[in-house]
């Protein structure tokens, strides 16, 4: 049980955090991207949800990550489509794995996966090492 107080007072840390790195970089007006720390915090939540309620802490990690997992490769292919005639309608059918190719992919889309998958994978190891 102290483990999941932990956990939960470990994701409302980082979102007090997010916050406040929000605050002080508008403040400031630097230009970054807050949106990795953000979808970590959700998946952490969906996590932090699903152990809770089905005592399965991988699962939840897994949810909270193929959320953004499919946000991201939508994306791609809509930058595929504007890349090869701009309507979804008007283009050839897209090969099947037209949108995993780089030049669709941004830094800041691969690092809004890889981070929520490591805040993921280290709450995972947490509640399994806890329980």
């Known amino acids: 049980m102290t483990a999941l107080l932990i956990l939960t007072a470990a994701l409302f840390a980082g979102l007090a955090l997010a916050l406040v ?28 949800g699903w152990g809770l309620t089905a005592g399965d802490w991988i699962a939840g990690g897994v949810m909270g990550v193929l959320l953004f997992v499919g946000r991201e490769h939508a994306q791609a292919e809509y930058r595929y489509i504007n890349a090869h005639g701009g309507s979804r309608y008007a ?15 941004s830094t800041g889309s691969v690092l809004d ?6 805040v993921c994978l280290a709450i995972g190891v947490i509640a399994h090492a806890a329980v």
Not at 30 to 45: C, F, G, Y
Not at 91 to 105: D, F, K, M, S, V
């Open 21 to 48: 790195f929000a605050t002080l970089t508008a403040r400031w007006r630097i230009a970054v991207d807050l949106t990795p720390i953000e979808h970590a915090l959700i998946a952490a939540a969906v996590q932090v």
């Open 113 to 118: 996966i890889v981070v929520p998958a490591a």
């Open 91 to 105: 283009t050839p059918r897209e090969p099947a794995i037209g949108c995993l190719h780089p030049r669709y992919w």
